[in-house]
């Protein structure tokens, strides 16, 4: 294997494999869905974090914490074929700027 078979972009790095039969690593795309998925919680975790912030301070919360509990469920990932197409989701709840 020669380092030019390898993707340029890292980000689906635990998702390469080489079971096709051509000469390049390719990317495994259940796993790369499974990869972002787990990214966009990160995401989400943390934006849920600075809600428990404003609620402790009094600041009605509740429906901006559910929506983003839901996100992982409303996000539908298998439309998404090629792990460039993959990367550029960031579902707009997640876009919002934190309180």
Known sequence: MNVDDLPD??????????????????VDMVKARQIHMDYLRHIRNKKLEALDVEQLKGVDVS???????D????VDLTPYQTPESLKAVMPAILQ????
């Not at 429906?63 to 509990?69: F, V």
């Not at 996100?71 to 409303?74: D, E, F, L, R, S």
């Open 71 to 74: 996100m992982p469920q409303n």
């Open 63 to 69: 429906s901006e914490k559910q929506a983003l509990r």
């Open 9 to 26: 972009d890292r980000t689906f790095r635990n998702a390469w494999t080489d079971d096709n039969p051509t000469t390049t690593v390719d």
């Open 96 to 99: 919002e700027v934190n309180p």
